[in-house]
């Protein structure tokens, strides 16, 4: 009988040992974090990855949290039969006061596993609080043209920075990967189609204003090089024109110089090339004045065809 009991209590000894001995050790995966907790006090440092120890269940407990980036979607919901609009969280008033449908995708992962852990009951519900109050309070502040139109980006940007602190004061242990604005639209199909009637009106008049730009930039351009032509060639006519009246200047001053040293010479000189000017195709004689025999003459013709010699 005492055997029995002795070897009973061994058996009990055995397998107790060997619960406390396999609960005792774990492992921390590189994709995870690892928080030690003794009777409910976290350890502040977090465990590195590998194989650790621990005292058995309730003194310490560890508690694993993942290291992956997490979605979360607000004003839609993805299931296995595609995407539904969450109308009630998508729908908000803009700046002018049009309503729109805008959903987002908020990327998010746990940086600070303590604060994640006992900072608050429920981290990811206030995040997704603060991504309602981040986003409604950017499209509040906006037109509904920004919001359909070019203003996405600066949105999308301004949501990201307005999220990013509120986590950030909220110390719940997240930070922000990243946002993407998924869709932003009109609540009806009529309004929707409206809108994008005069969306492409205004495109379509940007357009006409920036064609009617370039032809006027193109006109200008070529006045601008007709101009230049113009005042480049009258300026040439002019610097030749001053020339020319250098010329007949110094042509004069040379005339005038033989004049007054040889008035006769100089004189019928002049007659005769006038003469040649106003008659080119007569021929001209000088004769003998004061001969009563043979005329003498001198063929002037042909001593100008001969090269003036």
């Not at 995407?83 to 006061?97: F, P, R, S, Y």
């Amino acid at each position: 009988m005492k055997k029995m009991i002795t070897s009973v209590l061994i058996v009990i000894i055995v397998i107790i040992g060997f619960s406390v001995a396999t609960s005792s050790f774990y492992t921390v995966d590189q994709t995870e974090y690892a928080v030690l907790i003794t009777f409910g006090d976290p350890s502040a440092d977090i465990m590195t990855p590998g194989l650790k120890f621990k005292l058995p269940y309730p003194i310490q407990s560890v508690k694993k949290l993942s290291r992956e980036t997490f979605s979360l979607t607000f004003g839609y919901k993805e299931t296995r039969d595609g995407v539904i609009l969450q109308e009630n969280e998508a729908k908000m008033i803009t700046g002018d006061e049009n309503i729109i449908l805008a959903d987002i995708e908020i990327q998010w992962r746990i940086v600070d596993p303590i604060a994640f852990l006992y900072s608050t009951q429920d981290p990811v519900s206030i995040l997704y609080n603060a991504t309602s109050a981040s986003l409604r309070g950017v499209v509040g502040s906006s037109t509904v043209d920004e919001a359909l139109t070019d203003g996405r980006t600066r949105i999308m940007n301004d949501v990201r920075d307005n999220l990013t602190q509120l986590v950030e004061d909220y110390d719940i242990g997240i930070a922000i990967v990243n946002i993407n604005l998924q869709d932003v639209d009109l609540p009806t199909q009529e309004v929707s189609d409206a809108f994008k009637t005069v969306t492409s009106a205004r495109e379509e008049r940007i357009t006409k204003i920036n064609q009617a730009n370039r032809y006027r930039n193109e006109k200008i351009n070529t006045a601008e090089g007709t101009k230049e032509a113009l005042i480049s060639r009258a300026e040439g006519q002019k610097v030749a024109k001053i020339e020319q009246a250098r010329g007949d200047v110094a042509r004069f001053d040379a005339i005038y110089s033989e004049y007054v040293n040889n008035k006769n010479v100089t004189s019928q000189r002049l007659i005769i090339e006038t003469l040649q000017q106003v008659l080119p195709d007569a021929k001209v004689y000088i004769m003998e004045e004061g001969s009563n025999s043979t005329i003498k003459y001198l063929p002037l013709d042909g001593i100008t065809r001969g090269g003036g010699n």
